[in-house]
């Protein structure tokens, strides 16, 4: 299993972003993906979640309605379109799968929501 994120970046509050994962070594379509966050200093959080059909989605109250998670199985990825940044965005953000109780994580990427 092999997660890579992308997309991170420093933007000003108020900026957009879409953070990628590409996602191999397992078959994708049928795994529930997720995003989580670290802020540092802190735990580890989640963010969104999406359904391996894509149809049905769940976010953290933090992000909802600034946040939205999608998938494009023919790819075998899945995004996260982040508007209305704000500095508490400010994290290093994590693709997420779980396959027989075994959490997979990719390496991260950094998101800096500043002036």
């Known amino acids: 299993v092999q997660l890579v994120e992308s997309g991170g970046d420093m933007v000003q509050p108020g900026g957009s972003l879409r953070l990628s994962c590409a996602a191999s070594?397992?078959?994708?379509?049928?795994?529930?993906m997720g995003w989580f966050r670290q802020a540092p200093g802190k735990e580890r959080v989640f963010v969104a979640r999406?359904?391996?059909?894509?149809?049905?989605?769940y976010y953290a109250d933090s992000v909802k309605g600034r946040f939205t998670i999608s998938r494009d199985n023919a790819k075998n990825a899945v995004y996260l379109q982040m508007t209305s940044l704000k500095p508490e965005d400010t994290a290093v953000y994590y693709c997420?799968?779980?396959?027989?109780?075994?959490?997979?994580w990719g390496q991260g990427t950094q998101v800096t929501v500043s002036s």
């Open positions: 070594g397992f078959t994708f379509s049928i795994f529930r």
């Open positions: 999406i359904q391996g059909s894509g149809d049905s989605t």
């Open positions: 997420n799968v779980n396959i027989t109780d075994i959490r997979y």
